[in-house]
T-cell receptor, first 112, second 114 residues
Framework: DTEVTQTPKHLVMGMTNKKSLKCEQHMGHRAMYWYKQKAKKPPELMFVYSYEKLSINESVPSRFSPECPNSSLLNLHLHALQPEDSALYLC???????????FGPGTRLTVL | GQNIDQPTEMTATEGAIVQINCTYQTSGFNGLFWYQQHAGEAPTFLSYNVLDGLEEKGRFSSFLSRSKGYSYLLLKELQMKDSASYLCAVRDRPYSGGYQKVTFGTGTKLQVIP
């Protein structure tokens, strides 16, 4: 298995909802990432996990809560989001922090 | 912090060669990546340079000059499917022992025309 999968592909939620984005890889990669990408903008790093521990939090608001249950899974829990949080959320993984990253197809999130 | 510059858009003809430039300023350079991103899709890895020189991979080559803070991606024998955005991404380590971070440039949208 040589890919990163993300579910769901699309998500529409209200500002009072709680939802979760899921990411999975079975390549044995030890680093996993969450990025946010707005239209016509580059991906912006949100979180980095290395060996299932949070290594980097790029000053992301607490309404975004990451979780790494095991080395293959990465979740992003969403609560009380704002319309400006609507974006493509990309998950990526890499063998280690020094290696190229492999991206999943993303979840397109719309907050109403 | 980092400052990464790429041209916003480029147009090239099918079968031709195109060079996409990237300049950067960073305090602790530790590698440069090129990614391809088709509209509405995830970025896919193309190449990686950490030492000066040219890395060739099929129709794609990438060059790095660390002293000039400069890289380019060279695409040969252009095909229509090469129409996409090309993202330059720089990894740096702001301070010794600190974490490494990859920052993406705004991307160059390449249009290949017949």
């Amino acid at each position: 298995d040589t890919e990163v999968t993300q579910t769901p592909k699309h998500l529409v939620m209200g500002m009072t909802n709680k939802k979760s984005l899921k990411c999975e890889q079975h390549m044995g990669h030890r680093a996993m990432y969450w990025y946010k990408q707005k239209a016509k903008k580059p991906p912006e790093l949100m979180f980095v996990y290395s060996y299932e521990k949070l290594s980097i939090n790029e000053s992301v608001p607490s309404r975004f809560s990451p979780e790494c249950p095991n080395s293959s899974l990465l979740n992003l829990h969403l609560h009380a989001l704002q319309p400006e949080d609507s974006a493509l959320y990309l998950c990526a993984s890499s063998p280690g922090l020094d290696n190229e990253q492999f991206f999943g197809p993303g979840t397109r999130l719309t907050v109403l | 912090g980092q400052n990464i510059d790429q041209p916003t858009e480029m147009t090239a003809t099918e079968g031709a060669i195109v060079q996409i430039n990237c300049t950067y300023q960073t305090s602790g350079f530790n590698g440069l990546f090129w990614y391809q991103q088709h509209a509405g899709e995830a970025p896919t890895f193309l190449s990686y340079n950490v030492l000066d020189g040219l890395e060739e991979k099929g129709r794609f080559s990438s060059f790095l000059s660390r002293s000039k803070g400069y890289s380019y991606l060279l695409l040969k024998e252009l095909q229509m499917k090469d129409s996409a955005s090309y993202l330059c991404a720089v990894r740096d380590r702001p301070y010794s022992g600190g974490y490494q971070k990859v920052t993406f440039g705004t991307g160059t949208k390449l249009q290949v025309i017949p």
